[in-house]
C-alpha cells in the first residue's frame, strides 16, 4: 500500500500522508502542459525571486532594526512579513505582466 508521495512503510501502510490530507497528492495529468505551462514558469519565477528578497530582508530588517536600537525580535516579525507578501504579490502580478505575450 502506498501514501500520496508513493511511499509505504515495512507494515505496509501509508507513512504519514495519504491522498485524503495530502496537497502533494495531485495526479501527472492535472498538472498543465503545452499552452498553460506558461503560468507555472511564471509563478516559479516570482518564488524563487520572492526566496531572495526574503532571505536578504530578512538578515538585514534586524540588523537595522538593532542600528536603531529597536528591539530586533519584537520588531522585525511583522514587518518582515509583511513587505514579503507585499513583495510576492507584485511579482506575480509584475512578472505575469511582463510574460503576458509569450503566455497567450
Known amino acids: 500500500m502506498e501514501c500520496a508521495l508513493g511511499l509505504a512503510s515495512a507494515s505496509g501502510r501509508p507513512s ?24 507555472i514558469v511564471v509563478v516559479g519565477i516570482a518564488l524563487a525571486t520572492n526566496t531572495l528578497v526574503a532571505v536578504f530582508l530578512g538578515g538585514a530588517i ?16 511583522p514587518i518582515v512579513t509583511t513587505i514579503i507578501d507585499a513583495c510576492g504579490f507584485f511579482l506575480v502580478l509584475s ?6 505575450a509569450y503566455l497567450t
Open 62 to 77: 534586524p540588523l537595522m532594526l538593532t542600528k536603531l536600537r529597536v528591539d530586533p525580535a519584537t520588531a522585525a516579525a
Open 16 to 39: 504519514g500522508l495519504s491522498a485524503a490530507n495530502s496537497a502533494a497528492a495531485v495526479p501527472a495529468s492535472t498538472i498543465p502542459t503545452g499552452s498553460g505551462g506558461g503560468s
Open 95 to 100: 512578472i505575469a505582466d511582463a510574460a503576458r
